[in-house]
Protein backbone atom coordinates (compact mmCIF):
# COMPACT_ATOMS: atom_id res chain seq x y z
CA UNK A 1 0.00 0.00 0.00
CA UNK A 2 1.21 3.94 -0.57
CA UNK A 3 2.40 5.57 2.08
CA UNK A 4 0.81 9.15 1.26
CA UNK A 5 3.10 11.10 3.65
CA UNK A 6 6.42 9.40 3.00
CA UNK A 7 5.51 10.09 -0.80
CA UNK A 8 5.07 13.81 0.37
CA UNK A 9 8.20 13.94 1.90
CA UNK A 10 9.95 12.93 -1.07
CA UNK A 11 8.17 15.71 -3.35
CA UNK A 12 10.74 18.58 -4.46
CA UNK A 13 8.62 21.21 -6.48
CA UNK A 14 9.94 22.03 -9.91
CA UNK A 15 11.90 25.33 -10.95
CA UNK A 16 9.78 27.68 -12.14
CA UNK A 17 9.91 28.68 -16.01
CA UNK A 18 11.50 32.29 -15.15
CA UNK A 19 14.29 30.19 -13.19
CA UNK A 20 15.01 27.31 -15.86
CA UNK A 21 15.08 30.23 -18.31
CA UNK A 22 17.79 32.03 -16.29
CA UNK A 23 19.79 28.49 -15.59
CA UNK A 24 20.26 27.95 -19.31
CA UNK A 25 21.15 31.40 -20.22
CA UNK A 26 23.54 31.21 -17.89
CA UNK A 27 25.13 28.00 -18.96
CA UNK A 28 24.53 29.54 -22.81
CA UNK A 29 27.11 32.22 -21.59
CA UNK A 30 29.61 30.47 -20.02
CA UNK A 31 29.91 27.77 -22.74
CA UNK A 32 30.16 30.99 -25.29
CA UNK A 33 32.55 32.42 -23.53
CA UNK A 34 34.90 29.49 -22.78
CA UNK A 35 34.14 28.87 -26.76
CA UNK A 36 35.61 32.19 -27.40
CA UNK A 37 38.59 31.66 -24.61
CA UNK A 38 39.77 27.83 -26.75
CA UNK A 39 39.36 29.80 -29.62
CA UNK A 40 41.86 32.53 -29.07
CA UNK A 41 39.66 35.71 -29.41
CA UNK A 42 38.81 38.60 -27.20
CA UNK A 43 35.85 41.12 -27.76
CA UNK A 44 38.04 43.25 -28.78
CA UNK A 45 39.47 40.74 -32.04
CA UNK A 46 42.64 40.53 -30.28
CA UNK A 47 44.71 36.90 -30.08
CA UNK A 48 45.26 35.71 -26.64
CA UNK A 49 47.65 32.81 -25.73
CA UNK A 50 46.30 29.50 -25.59
CA UNK A 51 46.71 27.86 -22.19
CA UNK A 52 44.90 25.19 -20.08
CA UNK A 53 42.55 26.11 -18.28
CA UNK A 54 42.01 24.58 -14.75
Known amino acids: MIDFKEEIGKYKPIRSVDEVETA ?8 MDLLQYISG ?12 MP
Open 24 to 31: IRDEVVDI
Open 41 to 52: KTAGGDAVEAVE
